[in-house]
């Protein structure tokens, strides 16, 4: 990245608008979002306060404006769902296919370290070969397929999910237990 011109950060609430900006192109353009009808800045900035105080949730910028965002956020809600998340990540249309989706991914997973999570699952509605590449370069892979559980655009849509384990069950029992450790000792 060069600089001032270029950064990943954390996601502020007056993200919001350029999200929204964002989001809304997928919203009314094509079935990445299974939304149908636009996103209004108080809607995402409340997304984003909820998301981010649980789960990592960063922005590409450049030249002072947010590209690309990605974030996590909890798989399922039951309790044993808990070491798992969701992974979801949007580009601006002209900032696709430059290499800053894998960038931000990067950062997004190496985010996980101090987080207990052991695996990340993404869905990608398919046909889309731009995501399910990135995901695969990623170290993602796709474990399932599931047919025709989306409509949008007039036509049915499946959804592929890829998984990335992250760690092992040693890596993330230890990772609890030192967690732990710091709790009880203040």
Not at 50 to 72: C, D, I, T
Not at 123 to 138: F, K, Y
Request: charged share 20%.
């Amino acid at each position: 990245m060069d600089g001032q011109r270029e950064a990943i950060r954390a996601v502020r609430t007056e993200d919001s608008a350029a999200i929204c900006q964002i989001y809304n192109h997928y919203v009314l353009n094509s079935s990445a979002s299974f939304e149908e009808q636009p996103v209004s800045e108080d809607t995402m900035a409340q997304r984003i306060a909820e998301v981010s105080a649980r789960f990592p949730w960063l922005v590409y910028q450049q030249h002072g404006q947010v590209v690309a965002y990605a974030y996590l956020s909890a798989w399922r809600p039951r309790r044993s769902y808990r070491f798992s998340a969701e992974s979801s990540i949007y580009l601006a249309p002209h900032a696709q296919s430059k290499g800053l989706g894998k960038q931000l991914y990067q950062q997004l997973l190496k985010q996980l370290d101090d987080y207990p999570i052991s695996t990340v699952l993404a869905g990608i509605s398919l046909p889309n070969q731009a995501s399910e590449g990135l995901h695969q370069r990623l170290g993602f892979r796709k474990v399932a397929e599931l047919e025709k559980v989306g409509y949008k655009f007039g036509r049915w849509i499946n959804v592929a999910y890829w998984q990335l384990q992250i760690k092992t069950e040693q890596q993330l029992n230890d990772l609890i237990s030192r967690q732990q450790k710091k709790l009880e000792n203040g």
